[in-house]
């Protein structure tokens, strides 16, 4: 499958009815999605389904109240070691490359938040103070 432009994250104004959310972001492992609601990190009370396709889910043993942001989190880090002569699989690099190309999309998603220099400045602008 190949890693599509899109959201990284969705915010829902959670009612404290709703119990089941979507997902609209790829997310290839649990581990790769952070789940906050108002402000706190959560990693327990819920569960996800339909990992490792374009859109999954979300589902709240509690209906959540507030503010709910589902977040995509990718380290960036090699979990594959391809070995001398051994399988290679095209749906273990297919994996190995949907997870580089995640991490880049968040690390293009910081960028274009981040605060920038124009291209035209001279090398060596001191430091933005505190």
Known sequence: ????EGPSYKRYAANGVTSTFTIPFLLLSASDLQVILNGVTITYG???SGIGNP??????SVP???DLLLQMVVTLQRRVDYQE???FL???VNRDFDQLWLAMKLAGRDIRRAIRVSEYEAEGIPALPP
């Open 55 to 60: 859109q999954s889910t979300i589902l709240f």
């Open 46 to 48: 819920f569960s996800l």
């Open 90 to 92: 095209a749906s273990t």
């Open 1 to 4: 499958m190949s890693v599509q």
């Open 64 to 66: 959540p109240t507030g």
């Open 85 to 87: 002569n051994g399988e």
